[in-house]
């Protein structure tokens, strides 16, 4: 039951972090004002980054629990506080300005600034456990 664990943290990590990338570029095409692009952003944003990273999370605490290395590698800790940057940039930025986007209002800056937010979490999250493997 590890090694099937460690390969789905491994690829979801894979997916979480092209998806952040890919939702930066998008917040920064001139396409994102469009309602319906808007609300695509929303559900993929929702589905694809925020509860496919705390599922990955459960996933990746689960398996350093299974190796017997307890919750008291620093990587963790860091790893949990990295995502909490995620989770406050998506409620106070990026959700807020993707509602507005989806009621036809163009996104201010905030919304490009909280997907820059939360690339930057994802990826000290995979550079830390990448570099603890």
């Known amino acids: 039951m590890y090694i099937p664990l460690l390969h789905t943290h491994r690829s979801l990590a894979y997916v979480i ?8 570029m998008v917040v920064l095409s001139p396409g994102r004002n ?6 695509g952003l929303y559900y993929s944003h929702l589905v694809g980054i925020i509860w496919a990273g705390r599922v990955n999370l ?7 629990l299974a190796a017997k290395m307890g919750l008291w590698p620093w990587w963790i800790w860091v790893s949990i506080a990295a995502w909490g940057g995620v989770e406050v940039a998506a409620k106070r930025m990026i959700t807020p300005e993707l509602h507005l986007a989806m009621q036809g209002a163009n996104p201010s800056a905030s919304l490009w600034k909280g997907a ?10 995979f550079g830390l456990i990448s570099g603890a493997h």
């Open 17 to 24: 972090f092209a998806l952040a990338l890919i939702h930066l």
């Open 34 to 39: 469009a309602p319906g692009f808007a609300k």
């Open 58 to 64: 459960i996933i990746g605490v689960a398996l350093t």
């Open 116 to 125: 820059l937010i939360e690339l930057i979490s994802i990826g000290v999250i």
